[in-house]
C-alpha cells in the first residue's frame, strides 16, 4: 500500500485556476451539507414526538422564504458557472507560439509526435514554461487525453481533429490516462508525460533518433505518394498548388469559403471531393486507407512548412483567394 | 458491489475483458432493469391508483403487458450475459460498440429496447390514470407529492425513452449493416450518437430520482404529523425538473470537442436544476420545523436521503461547473456522484418507501429494530464506499480501470471494505421482509397515522382497491382530520 | 395499443365509472402514444438534418435521384387513405355498419396501396445499387463521396421502412375493426376503438407528409 494522497499536484498553468474553482464550490457545498444535517438534526431533536396524541400546529408555507432560498442557491450557482466558463474558456485558447505535438490515440497506446521528428509511443517529453498545443485525432475508437496533474482532458475522436493546451509550471514525471472507455485495455492505456528544464529538452531533442522532422518526413511521403506530379509549387499543374496554402482563405467551387486550417487539409487528403477548390476537376483520388493519421499529419506540417499566407494560393487569374482574414 | 471487490488488488482476480463486461452488466441491469422500474413498478403500480382513489389504473392489460416485456428485455440481457456478455460500458459509445466490439451488443440493445417499451407504456398508463380517474374531489392540488412526481417521471418516460429506442434502432442497423450513421470512415458522426444518447439518459436519473423524491415527501410529513411545507413549491420542482432534465444532456460531452458555445449554454441550464433540487431540500427540513417526529425505519431512510441527496447534488454542481468538468469527467469523482444520487437517493427512497408501505401491501409489519439496523449499516457502509472515490476521483483515478497506478490503492480499499459493509446492509432486509411475510405481527389498516386514501382501505386492499370510492374532501396531509378520530375502513 | 382494440362489450370495465370516462381515458392514451410516436421519429430526423446540414451537396444529388413521382403518388394515395378513413369513423358513429366496413376497406385498400409502390420502388433501388452495402454506386458522386452518398440512402431506408411498418401495423388494426365492425361489436354510442383506430392512421400519414418533401422534394433543383 502506497502512501494516501488526498490531494493531485499542481503542474500546469491551469492546475491553480481550478483548484481555486474547487474551493470555493467546496465551501459552498460543505456549508450546506453541514447546514442542512445540522438543522435536521436540531429539528429531530426538538420535535421529537413526545406522545402518541400530540399533533403539531399548521406552519403556514412562507412565500419570503421560498424565495429566498430559491435564489440565494441561484447566485451562488450562477457565480460557479462564470468562473468556471471562464476557465473553460482559457482551455480552448491555445496560445499563438505554443508547441504544436500531434497525437494519434489507438487502441491501446498513444503515439506522439514532435514537429522536429521525434516520436514517442505512451511518453511525452516536453519543456517546463512553455505552452503546448496538442492536436488528437484516434485511428479507432473515441479515446480521451487525460492529465490529472494538469487538470486538462479532451476527447480524441476518430475522424476530426481536437485540440487542447497547457503550460506545464514544475518539471517532473506525471501520469497520462485514457479517460473514454475504449475497449478491452482501456486501463492500460496510460503513459507519462515528462516536463523537463529548457536545457534538458533541447538535448533530448538533440539527442533522439529522429528521421528529419515531421515537415521532412511529410515532403517524403509526398514525394512518395506522387503528389506532386499534380499539385505543382508554381500553380500550372491540375491541381492548386499548395504554397502559402495553410491558414488562407480558400474559395470553393460551391460559392463558400474555408480556412485551410489542419481539419480541411486532413479531409482535403482522405476525402478530396468533399470540397473543391472553385476552378478545379474533382480528378484527385481518396487516400483513405493509403496514408496513416500519422502521415496525415506529416503532410500537413509539411504542407505548413510550404510557406504562410501571403501570395496567392491558386494561379488561375479568375480565382480570388481572399488574403488572410 | 460485486465489482468493488475486484478493484482491491491490482487486477489479478480476473482479466481486463471479463472486468469490462462485469461493469458493463452492472450498469445495464441496475440502470435499465433496476433503477428505472423499482419504484414506479413496485410501488407505483400498486399505490398510485390507490392514492387518488381509483381501483385500478386506467390501462391494466397494457400495465401487465409493460411487465412481460419488462422480463422479456430482462431475458434479453441475460442471455446476453451468460452467452459471453458485453464490454461497452452501459454508455454503449460509438464507434466501439458499432465497429469494435466484439461481444453480445445487439442482444443487450434489444434487451433495452424492449424494456424501454415497458418504461414508455408504464409512463403512459400513469399519466392517463392521473389526468381522468381521480376520485371525486382529489383536484390536482390535493395529490399526494408521491402522485406529483410520478407524473413528472412519466412525461420523461413517455417523450426521452422513444428517443434513446430510436437510437438503438440506429446501433442496430449499424452493426449488422453497416451503414455507417455513427461511422466516420463513411462520414458519420461519432458524436452524434453521444447527443441522442444523453438526451435520453440524462433524463433517464430524473426517471430514477424523482420517484424517490415523492416517497420521500410523503415519509416526511407522514413521521413529523405535518403537511409538507411549500406543498406546491415542491409539486412544482418535480415538473421543473422533468422540464429541465431535457435541456441539460449536453453538459456530458464537454470534452467530446462540443464547440465552447454549447458548452456555456449546457453548463448554464445545468445550473437551474440546481435550484429545484434546492427546494425540495429546504422543503422537507423546513416541514420538521414544529413538528411531531417520530423515528421509524422509514424516517431514518428519509433523513438519509436527504443527507445523501445533498452531497450528491452538490458535487453535481461541481459536475456542471465547465473548468472543474474537464477535470473530473469520467473519473471516479463522476462515479461517486451518480452513486450518491442513484443508490444514496433512489434506493434509499426505494427501501424508505417499501418499509413504509410493506404493511399496507403484505398485511404485516417488519421487525423495527432489525430494520433500524440495516438502515444505520447501509448508510454507513454506503459513505464509506463512496465518499473516497469523490477524493480518488479529484485526484484523477479514471473510471471504467480495470488496473490503476499504485498511489490509488488506500482509497479503493476503504471503498471496497464500505462496500462488503453494504452488502451487508443490504441482506438484512431481504432475509427480515421474507420473515415478516409469515411470522410479522399482523398490520392495521394505518399504522403510521397518515392521512393518504392508502390507509383508508383495509391492509392489504381488496381487488378493487376501495369497496365504496371516497370523496375527498381535504387537503393531502391535513393531520387535523385524522388524529384522535376513528378512521372508517371501506 | 392493440389491447384497447380487444372490445370485448359494451359493458363498463371494472374500473371505470362511466362509459364517458373509459372513452376519454382511451382517447387520451392514444394522444399519449402518439406523442412518444413523434419523439421516437424526432430522434431519425434529428440524425436527418444534422447529416443534410453537413453534406448538402451530395444529399441533395442523392435525393433528387429518388423518384419523386412514386413519393407524389403515395402522397396522393395516402391523403385519399385519411379521407375515407374519416368517412369510416362518421360512419360508426351513425351506426351504419355497411357504410364503416366499405369504407374501413376502401382505406385498407390504399394503404396496401401505399405498400406496394413502395416495394416497387425499393425493388428498384436494389437494381440501381443505391441499397447501403458492398455494391453501393450513385451516378454522378464522387468515389470519395460514395459514403455519404450511402448515408442519405441508410437514412431514406431506415425512415420509410419505419414508416412502412407502421402502415403495417395500421393495416392489421383495420382489418381487426372491419371483423369486429362484422361481428357487431360496435354501437352508435360505443365504437371508441374505430375512433383510436382512426387517429392512429392520421398520425401515420401525418409523418409520411413530413418524410416526403425532407427526402424527395428539398433541394431537388440542385445537382440535377
Known sequence: MGPLPLFPQEASSFAPDVDHLLYYLLAVAVFFTVGIFLTIFYFAIRYRR??????????????????????????????MFTWGASIFFNEGRPPADAIPIYVVGKQWMWKLQHIEGQREIDELHIPVGRPVRLTMTSEDVIHSFYVPAFRT????????????WFTPTKPGKYHLFCAEYCGTNHSRMIGWIYVMQPQDYQNWLNGGSASGSMADSGQKLFQSLACGNCHHPDGRGRCPSLVGLYGSDVLLSNGATVKADDSYIRESILQPDAQIVAGYQPIMPTFQGLVTEEGVVQLIEYVKSLGKPGPPVTATPQQVTAPHR | MIRIELLTPNGHLFSSDTYNKLFTMHGVVMIFFFLIPSIPAVLGNFFLPLMIGARDLAFPRINLLSWYLLVIG?????????????????????????TYSNTWVIATALGIFVAG?????????????????????????????????????????????????????LIFCERVFHIGIFDPALGGDPVLFQHLFWFYSHPAVYIMILPAMGVISELISVYSRKPIFGYSFVAFSSVAIAVLGFLVWGHHLFVSTQSFFAGMVFSFLSYFVAIPSAIKVFNWTATLYKGSISFETPMLYAFGFIGLFTIGGLTGLFLACLGIDVHVTDTYFVVAHFHYIMVGGAIMGYLGGLHYWWPKMTGRMYPEGWAKLSALVIFLGFNLTFFPQFILGYLGMPRRYHTYPSEFQVLHVLSTAGASVLAVGYIIPVIYFIWSLRYGAVASSNPWGATGLEWRTPSPPPVQNFEKIPVVTHDAYDYSTTIGEVIEVG | ???????????????????????????????IFLITEVMFFGGMFLAYTVYRSSYPNVFARASSSINVYYGALNTVVLICSSF?????????????????????????????VFLGVKAFEWGEKFHEHHVPGPGFHLAGVPPGLQGQAQLFFSLYFAMTGLHALHMVVGAGLVITMMWLTYKGRF???????????????????????????????VDRHMGK
Do not use: C
Open chain 1, 153 to 164: 482532458k479532451e476527447d480524441v475522436v476518430p475522424g476530426r481533429y481536437s485540440t487542447t
Open chain 3, 84 to 112: 375515407t378513413m374519416v368517412l369510416a369513423v362518421r360512419g360508426a358513429q351513425l351506426g351504419k355498419r355497411i357504410t364503416t366496413i366499405v369504407f374501413l376497406g376502401l382505406t385498407l385498400f390504399l394503404g396496401l
Open chain 2, 117 to 169: 417499451f415497458s418504461s414508455i407504456l408504464t409512463g403512459l398508463n400513469f399519466i392517463v390514470t392521473i389526468h381522468r380517474m381521480r376520485a371525486p374531489g382529489m383536484t390536482w392540488f390535493r395529490m399526494p407529492l408521491f402522485v406529483w412526481a410520478h407524473y413528472a417521471t412519466s412525461l420523461i418516460q413517455v417523450l426521452g425513452t422513444p428517443v434513446l429506442a430510436v437510437t438503438l434502432v
Open chain 3, 187 to 217: 354501437t352508435a354510442e360505443y365504437m371508441t376503438p374505430i375512433d383510436i383506430t382512426g387517429l392512429y392512421w392520421h398520425f401515420v400519414d401525418i409523418i409520411w407528409i413530413f418524410l416526403f418533401p425532407l427526402l424527395y422534394l
Open chain 3, 1 to 31: 395499443m392493440a389491447s384497447e382494440a380487444h372490445a370485448e362489450t359494451l359493458a363498463l370495465r371494472e374500473q371505470f365509472d362511466t362509459a364517458a370516462q373509459q372513452k376519454d381515458v382511451a382517447t387520451l392514451g392514444m394522444w
Open chain 1, 50 to 79: 413526545r406522545s402518541d396524541k400530540e399533533l403539531p400546529r399548521f406552519v403556514h408555507t412562507g412565500m419570503t422564504l421560498e424565495i429566498v432560498w430559491s435564489v440565494i442557491p441561484f447566485g451562488l450557482a450562477m457565480v
Open chain 2, 74 to 98: 430482462g431475458l434479453f440481457a441475460i442471455f446476453a450475459m451468460l452467452a459471453g456478455g458485453v464490454d461497452t460500458g452501459w454508455t454503449f459509445y460509438t464507434p466501439y460498440s458499432t
